[in-house]
């Protein structure tokens, strides 16, 4: 003790006790918000998603596609999917060229999608498809000689979404829920307002939260190609696929960053660096970065919001779901739909906790890398901690692991020659096993009573 005191007197102990707990709680609000995305999908599904890591990169892309792509010098273009792309939050005032229009609205209709589907209505994957083909088509043909009026893609995306609504009503009798067109106009009128505003701080809100709608499309489209045929079968099997998705997603998000990590240009990073300090402020003789109060104000808000989500009548079917499935059937509950709602969620959590895991203090690079993905290894001491199906075990847990991580780097620092090198991330899994043996359902987790 009297060595920690001597080593800390430079900036006091008390500085440095709370500069280690606010440090250790930023690491910690990452974890949490990892963790609600496990126990989420988990108690909906009672699978342990592993996929976590890999759609925590993926988030991360996502805003960088939306932040980084951009018609600008300071960006290079052509580094998305799409070659026409521009991110619709580039510049002020209203979008004064065609690919931005594009952009909108193409934002607009993944957001109508998202609406209709947690809403648990119907989507025709035959006009979906034959809208996407048609797509293709008009920008193959904006190619070709004599079809140079198809080169605006903003006419292609209104052509191959004509087509496509057009199909599915003639040919398949699919009606349009009225939800899809709330959803597109209200998504129209946000981007529209972001715009005029033209504030760094609001245009990067503006783009999480568009990254964060990506997600949840993201997240039940994996569920209903990969999760929802497994219904039935040995949750093992489901655990299993959902290691492959890890794997599969992880190698597209590291082919992407292999090269050249993707900034997230958070506002502090922006901004405030420019005003020489550096992304934070001084307290006591001690850095405190931006990132680390807007980490906790994102786990805070985030429990908050599925505290209110398990409240709610989509929650409660979901804990009928988890609890029994048959009986939730039987009882008129869409288990279909709940799994796609708790996919859906728990895509978007991890897309969250992916573009704060670009920030410090779990990474100082400001950007997207192929670590990005190992966080959710990194959060999964906090899910067993606080317990697989406890969504305040997740909040504690996560909170708990990074303040150990954190406490353990910051005071056993003078042994790190004995310890070795990156002895404080084993620290996590030291305290996680240490409480199963006591506990091994968790601090929070439901005992599983088996009667024989």
Known sequence: MLHILAQSSDAGFVATLLNTIVKGLAVGGVYAIIALGFVIIFKATQVVNFAQGALAA?????????????????????????????APFAGGGLPDNAEQWASILLVAFVTGLVV?????????????????????????????????????????????????????????????????????????????????????????????????????????????????????????SMAVITLGLEIVIRQFASDSVRILARPTLAPWQQDLSVEGSDGGFQFLGLFYNWAWIAILVAAGLSFLAVNLFYRSKLGVAMRAVSFDQEAAMAQGINVGQVFAIAWAFGTALAVLGGVFATQPPISQEGAVSSLTALVAFRALPAVILGGLDSVKGALIGGLLIGLAEIFAGQYLSPWQSTLGAGYSQIVPYIVMLGVLLIRPFGLYGTPEVRRV
């Not at 993926?58 to 980084?68: E, R, T």
């Open 58 to 86: 993926a988030g991360g892309l996502f805003l960088s596609f939306l932040v980084f792509d951009q018609v600008s010098g300071a960006a290079p273009r052509g580094q998305t999917p799409f070659t026409w792309w521009q």
């Open 116 to 236: 209709v589907l947690l809403a648990g209505r119907d989507v025709s994957g035959w006009a979906l498809g034959v809208g996407l083909l048609a797509f293709l088509v008009c920008r193959w043909l904006a190619t070709r000689q004599g079809f140079t009026w198809l080169d605006s893609p903003l006419l292609s995306l209104i052509v191959a979404l004509a087509v496509g609504f057009g199909f599915g009503f003639a040919a398949k009798g699919w009606r349009p829920s009225p939800l899809l067109f709330a959803g597109m106009a209200g998504m129209i009128v946000f981007q529209l307002i972001v715009r005029v505003i033209d504030s760094t701080w609001i245009d990067w809100l503006g783009n999480l939260a568009i990254a964060l709608i990506f997600g949840a499309l993201f997240g039940m489209f994996l569920e209903r190609i990969a999760i929802r045929p497994m219904v039935g079968e040995p949750l093992f």
